[in-house]
C-alpha cells in the first residue's frame, strides 16, 4: 500500500534552516510528482511546490519563492524539503503528498516544525 | 489566486443528509476535490475531480458540481464523521484549499 514516511518534529532557532524528510513505498516514486503543504495552527493549507521525482522538476508558489527548496534522492525513493531564513511565521505543521488524478491522493502524517528562541 | 469559500460550521444529527458547499471566484471546470481532516490527522481524500469517489471511502459520500459551485453530500451522516472538510482546486496555479467547513454532530 501507498505510504508516506516523514520526518519527526523539529524546534528551530529563527533565522536559521530546517530539511524535513519524505520516504516513499507502495508505488514507484519517479511516476508521480510530490507536493509539500503547509498547515498553520488551526488553519487552513497552503501549497508550498511540487517535485517530479524522475527529472527534478519543481514548480512553486510565488508565495513561498526563496522559502522552499525542493529535492529528491531517488535510489531511496526520499523527497526532502528545506525551509530557510525561519521567522514566528513558518511554524507550521508540513505534508508531503502525492499528486494522483489531478488531486493529493496520499498524505504523510505530518511534520510539526516550531520557530522559537 | 483563485479563492474558495466554504460555510465555517455545520451541526447535524446523525443519520440526516448535510451537504457541505464551496465556491469558487473563478470557473475551476471539474478540477475541484474534497478531503476530511479529523483532529491530529492529516487530510485524507473523500472526492476527487468533482464527483469521483475515491477508493475506500464509504459510498455516504458523494460531490457534485462545475465551474465555481460545488458541493459535498453525506447521506446518511454518522458519528465518525465529526471532522473538518476541505475543498481544492487544481484548475488554476497555484492549488488553492478552501478555509474548511467544521462538522459536528449533535
Known amino acids: 500500500q501507498v505510504k508516506l514516511l516523514q520526518s519527526g518534529a523539529a524546534l528551530v532557532k529563527p533565522g536559521a534552516s530546517v530539511k524535513m524528510s519524505c520516504k516513499a513505498s507502495g508505488y514507484t516514486f519517479t511516476d508521480y510528482w510530490v507536493s509539500w503543504v503547509k498547515q498553520s495552527h488551526g488553519k487552513s493549507l497552503e501549497w508550498i511546490g511540487e517535485?517530479?521525482?524522475?527529472?527534478?522538476?519543481?514548480n512553486f508558489n510565488e508565495k513561498f519563492k526563496g522559502k522552499a527548496t525542493l529535492t529528491v534522492d531517488k535510489s531511496t525513493s526520499t523527497a526532502y524539503m528545506e525551509l530557510s531564513r525561519l521567522t514566528s511565521e513558518d511554524s507550521a505543521i508540513y505534508y508531503c503528498t502525492r499528486q494522483g488524478n489531478w488531486s493529493f491522493d496520499y498524505w504523510g502524517q505530518g511534520v510539526m516544525v516550531t520557530v522559537s528562541s | 489566486d483563485t479563492v474558495l469559500t466554504q460555510s465555517p460550521a455545520l451541526a447535524v444529527s446523525p443519520g440526516e443528509r448535510v451537504t457541505i458547499s464551496c465556491r469558487a471566484s473563478e470557473s475551476v471546470s471539474t478540477l475541484m476535490h474534497w478531503y476530511q481532516q479529523k483532529p491530529g490527522q492529516q487530510p485524507t481524500l473523500l472526492i476527487y475531480l468533482a464527483s469521483n469517489l475515491e477508493s475506500g471511502v464509504p459510498a455516504r459520500f458523494s460531490g457534485s458540481g462545475s465551474g465555481t459551485d460545488f458541493t459535498l453530500t453525506i447521506d446518511p451522516v454518522e458519528a465518525d464523521d465529526t471532522a473538518t472538510y476541505y475543498c481544492q482546486q487544481s484548475w488554476n496555479d497555484p492549488p488553492t484549499f478552501g478555509a474548511g467547513t467544521k462538522l459536528e454532530l449533535k
Open positions: 517535485i517530479y521525482p524522475n527529472s527534478g522538476a519543481t
